[in-house]
T-cell receptor, first 113, second 110 residues
Framework: EAGVVQSPRYKIIEKKQPVAFWCNPISGHNTLYWYRQNLGQGPELLIRYENEEAVDDSQLPKDRFSAERLKGVDSTLKIQPAELGDSAVYLC???????????FGPGTRLTVT | QKEVEQNSGPLSVPEGAIASLNCTYS??????FFWYRQYSGKSPELIMFIYSNGDKEDGRFTAQLNKASQYVSLLIRDSQPSDSATYLC??????????FGQGTILTVHP
C-alpha cells in the first residue's frame, strides 16, 4: 500500500514569492492534516480536513496561507507571499476517520531567502 | 507553559542499556498519548500509543502513563545504535488535535 505522497520534496524561493505544496493521502483515509515543523521543534498542526471540510484551521495564518482539499482526496497548501519565517518542513499526514494513528508523508522542506 | 514538554537532550546511552524518555503535558483532558520516532531528515513514524487507562509493552518498547502527575514515559530496552533518533511525545483529546512536544534527541553509542 502506498504511503502519503508529497511534492515537491524541496523548495527554495525568495521572500514575497508564492509557493504551493501538494499531498496525496493514503487511499481510503478521510482525514488529512497539514503540519509545519520548525527546526528542533515538534510538528504543529496548521489545518485538518475531514473529507472536503476543514474542521480545524485555528493555527493557519489565514492572511497568507490557504488550503484546499477538492473531492476529499488530494490537498494543496499555499503560501502567498512567503516570508523568511516560513522556512520549515511542511508535513502532510492522513488517517482513517477518528482513528488514532496518523501516517506522515516525507514532507516538503521550504527555504525562503 | 507549553502544552507538551520534553527534555531536548541529547540523551546518550550505551548500546544494550535502557533508554528512558519522558514528557509532561498540561491538558488534563488528554486521553491518548503517542510516541513518534523521527530520524534526521525524515518524517515522524509512530512507535506506539496508549490510552488513559493503561500502559503498553511492544517488543523492546514500553509506554507508561502517570495520569496524576500528567507524565508519560517511553522505555527502550536493549538500546541499539539504530534507535538513535529524535523521539516526539504527543497527546490528544478524544477527537481533538495531536499536540507534540519538541522532541528528545537520543544517541545510542556502541
Amino acid at each position: 500500500e502506498a504511503g502519503v505522497v508529497q511534492s515537491p520534496r524541496y523548495k527554495i524561493i525568495e521572500k514575497k514569492q508564492p509557493v504551493a505544496f501538494w499531498c496525496n493521502p493514503i487511499s481510503g483515509h478521510n482525514t488529512l492534516y497539514w503540519y509545519r515543523q520548525n527546526l528542533g521543534q515538534g510538528p504543529e498542526l496548521l489545518i485538518r480536513y475531514e473529507n472536503e471540510e476543514a474542521v480545524d484551521d485555528s493555527q493557519l495564518p489565514k492572511d497568507r496561507f490557504s488550503a484546499e482539499r477538492l473531492k476529499g482526496v488530494d490537498s494543496t497548501l499555499k503560501i502567498q507571499p512567503a516570508e523568511l519565517g516560513d522556512s520549515a518542513v511542511y508535513l502532510c499526514a492522513s488517517s482513517s476517520f477518528r482513528a488514532y494513528e496518523q501516517y506522515f508523508g516525507p514532507g516538503t522542506r521550504l527555504t525562503v531567502t | 507553559q507549553k502544552e507538551v514538554e520534553q527534555n531536548s537532550g541529547p540523551l546518550s546511552v550505551p548500546e544494550g542499556a535502557i533508554a528512558s524518555l519522558n514528557c509532561t503535558y498540561s491538558d488534563r483532558g488528554s486521553q491518548s498519548f503517542f510516541w513518534y520516532r523521527q530520524y534526521s531528515g525524515k518524517s515522524p513514524e509512530l512507535i506506539m500509543f496508549i490510552y488513559s487507562n493503561g500502559d503498553k509493552e511492544d517488543g523492546r518498547f514500553t509506554a507508561q502513563l502517570n495520569k496524576a502527575s500528567q507524565y508519560v514515559s517511553l522505555l527502550i530496552r536493549d538500546s541499539q545504535p539504530s534507535d538513535s533518533a529524535t523521539y516526539l511525545c504527543a497527546v490528544k483529546r478524544r477527537y481533538g488535535k495531536l499536540t507534540f512536544g519538541q522532541g528528545t534527541i537520543l544517541t545510542v553509542h556502541p
